[in-house]
């Protein structure tokens, strides 16, 4: 009897063990499944490090490229796992915006990392995120764009999101499978594509 205790309390813990990992496993092959199903939407391919890992996507979206993947990033003392959305960016634009009341705060020692990295604070009325830029004089008056403003309103949940070298990537944490279903997925991408086409033309008016 005073064996039989421990030994079932650690057949339990084992059961658990077993229970977390299976639902994870599966989830990731119902994730895997549905960015199959979008990649061939993309014209695109997608795949997977290995059986246990989280999958990743790449194809073409109305002509500009279009990465989907997860990141996991260290928030304090968590660690969490976050989808990345990458997509073309045809401008030469470079800022990023962190959210201001989200879980993506840097910790003190890592601001000064981030200024050196992506600039200073840029001062930007009226937006739920900090902008950080090496492109302090005009970044202002193109980020007050009313359509970009719209756009970006479809995004008010995601961590960051960073415009840089022709590419823009929006993070937020996962929420579970759900999210990633094609039909998600396409709006996902279509809001992306709706966010950086007022920054497209606002930069190529400033060149002109």
Known sequence: MINFIPLTFFGLIAVVG?????????????????????????????G???????????????????????????????????LVTELEFRSPLRFVLLQKDGFRKPKPEQL????????????????????????????????????FRQALSDFSSYNQILFWDGRVMASRQFDGVPEVTPERLSHLVEALLRLVRPLEAEAAVGVS
């Open 18 to 46: 077993i229970a977390f990992f299976m639902h994870g496993f599966l989830n990731r092959q119902k994730i895997f499944t549905f960015f199959q199903e979008f990649a061939r939407k993309l014209n695109g391919e997608s």
């Open 48 to 82: 997977r490090d290995h059986i246990a890992a989280y999958p990743w996507l790449k194809g073409t979206w109305n002509d500009r490229t279009v990465r989907i993947f997860f990141h996991t990033s260290e928030n304090h003392t968590v660690s969490v796992l976050n």
């Open 112 to 147: 000064q990392k981030l200024e050196e990295e992506v600039g200073p604070l840029v001062g930007v009325e009226g937006l739920p995120f900090d902008v950080r830029s090496p492109e302090t004089d005009s970044l202002a008056a193109i980020l007050s764009s009313p359509d």
